[in-house]
């Protein structure tokens, strides 16, 4: 099957933030080549995973594919894979595409394929605290499938990260722990100044950014007249 080919999506009213995640997961070629290969629509999330296979064999039928390809089934369903969200309405394109990927990484697990999953999304997210006493280092990991960015287009707001590249930075710069925020250290067992710091132990090979943009604020502006 070639998965070089590209095709468009149907607008099904309003479903323009659902064909743009749809569009991006799609094109995750071994998650999609993963599911097409796969027969078992049963189990946890069977329901759901089924219509996202056949939306997959769908996109990729035929040699070249012609054609926009209407997503109704998984359009209609909505609710089944967001609770929050319903057909016909605005929503977000990444909370969409996370609701995909918990129904696809469930059904991989009842198949006993996390791994196969995990090469794909499997990244790790680590919070190391250090001392500023004893330089003792507490490291907490979690489970990393999508980073969330904060990106602001204000100008008045010069400070804030006003590109992605900014964002990443932000994300990943030392917070530090003093007066009514010290942290209470393991080794020393009083609250201490520390140094607070993300980083990423293991990175996915598909990085899923979710960036939320800063604009709130609107100056009032005098019209001449």
């Given at each position: 099957m070639d998965l070089s080919v590209v095709r468009g999506l149907n607008n099904l009213g309003n479903s323009c933030f659902m064909n743009s995640a749809l569009?991006?997961?799609?094109?995750?070629?071994?998650?999609?080549?993963?599911?097409?290969?796969?027969?078992?629509?049963?189990?946890?999330?069977?329901?759901?995973?089924?219509?996202?296979?056949?939306?997959?064999?769908?996109?990729y039928k035929g040699q070249g594919g012609h054609g926009a390809v209407?997503?109704?089934?998984?359009?209609?369903?909505?609710?089944k894979i967001n609770s929050r969200m319903a057909p016909g309405r605005q929503h977000d394109a990444h909370e969409y595409a996370l609701g995909v990927l918990d129904f696809v990484e469930e059904h991989f697990k009842k198949q006993k394929r996390t791994k196969e999953f995990e090469r794909i999304f499997g990244g790790r997210l680590v919070s190391e605290v250090t001392c500023a006493s004893c330089k003792h280092v507490s490291s907490s990991y979690e489970h990393m499938v999508s980073l969330s960015l904060v990106v602001c287009v204000l100008m008045k707001d010069i400070n804030k990260a006003r590109t992605l590249e900014d964002a990443l930075k932000e994300f990943f710069t030392p917070d530090y722990l003093k007066k009514e925020n010290q942290y209470k250290c393991d080794s020393c067992k009083?609250?201490?100044?520390?140094?607070?710091q993300y980083s990423i132990?293991?990175?996915?090979n598909y990085d899923n950014l979710s960036t939320k943009m800063c604009c709130a604020t609107i100056e009032e502006i005098q019209l001449p007249g």
């Open positions: 569009q991006c997961l799609t094109h995750i070629k071994p998650l999609s080549r993963a599911i097409m290969q796969d027969g078992d629509g049963s189990g946890n999330g069977g329901q759901l995973y089924g219509m996202y296979r056949d939306y997959l064999k769908t996109y209407s997503p109704k089934q998984l359009f209609s369903n909505m609710r009083k609250k201490v100044d520390a140094k607070k132990a293991q990175g996915n």
